[in-house]
């Protein structure tokens, strides 16, 4: 908070020596110019607007940074972060931007001090971030015709990953346990969601089609297990999802099998973020 108050006055202090000349030109001394006398209210009013200008930049690069709890994190979540939220204009710029959203609120997890004492109304700031990102990516995912189903299906698979890391890191943290509930609960809606979309997309795809897209993801996934070498704990829960693909597979049920891969990779994909 100092830092950023000194940033602000250094600033500020700098805009008004740079506007408080009273010459009329050039000063032959030191070779500066100086505004001219009759020009004293438009100063004022360029400093003025200098100063907001700066202000907000200065607070808002603060803010960035912020976490729950600290001065700056309401102007992060109720201006900065809306403000660029309206600047997408794509259905795809929308998702990907509360992708993005999510991603910053894992962060923000791991920053917090599982040792430092935490209010109920930090607690629940950090519950109705977590609950809009995921309820704005539904809504724009669920209601625009414009996003494909595998775009759909890309973007919810990467939002179940970060919702599961973000369980985790609210499990791990004694101040979030009343939390856990709901942070679990926003995972099993991102993943009925997911298997919703595959659901349409097996009953649009033509047998040959989907039979080379399960291939490739079924490719896709080994490759993955190949490159990142999961340790035992990972390994046990991929090799059940594998089980569950290859029972999918001989009841000659896509969806299930594309679920399962989807919740394979997912499983990959959140130990790869410890490593």
């Known amino acids: 908070m100092n830092s950023g108050q000194n940033i602000v006055e250094r600033i500020i202090g700098k805009i008004r020596r740079a506007f408080s000349g009273t010459g009329t030109g050039n000063d032959p001394q030191n070779g500066m110019y100086t505004a001219p006398r009759s020009g004293g209210r438009l100063r004022k009013v360029l400093l003025a607007i200098l100063v907001v200008i700066i202000v907000l930049i200065v607070i808002g690069f603060l803010g960035v940074r912020s976490i729950p709890g600290s001065i700056f994190y309401g102007i992060k979540v109720n201006v900065v972060e809306p403000a660029m939220q309206g600047l997408q204009v794509s259905t795809h710029e929308k998702a990907a931007y509360q992708i993005k959203l999510m991603q910053r609120r894992l962060d923000e997890l791991t920053r917090l ?11 629940e700031v950090i519950q109705n971030q977590l609950a809009r990102n995921t309820d704005d990516l539904r809504s724009i995912i669920e209601t625009n015709e414009n996003i494909t189903q595998g775009e759909a299906m890309t973007t919810l698979h990467d939002a179940a990953v970060i919702l599961e890391l973000q369980e985790n890191e609210i499990a791990e943290n004694p101040n979030l346990e009343s939390l856990d509930d709901a942070a679990i ?7 009925e969601t997911y298997k919703g979309f595959v659901l349409v997309f097996v009953a649009g795809t033509d047998a040959e089609t989907l039979q080379a897209y399960v291939n490739d993801q079924l490719d896709v996934l080994l490759k993955a297990i190949k490159r990142e070498n999961p340790d035992e704990n990972t390994a046990a829960k991929v090799n059940k999802r594998l089980q569950n693909i290859k029972e999918a597979l001989i009841d000659n049920d896509a969806a299930e099998a594309i679920y399962q891969v989807h919740e394979a990779l997912q ?9």
């Open 113 to 123: 001090n599982p040792d430092k004492p935490m209010s109920d109304k930090t607690r």
């Open 267 to 275: 499983i990959l994909d959140s130990a790869k973020y410890y490593q």
């Open 185 to 191: 609960e926003r995972l099993r809606s991102i993943n």
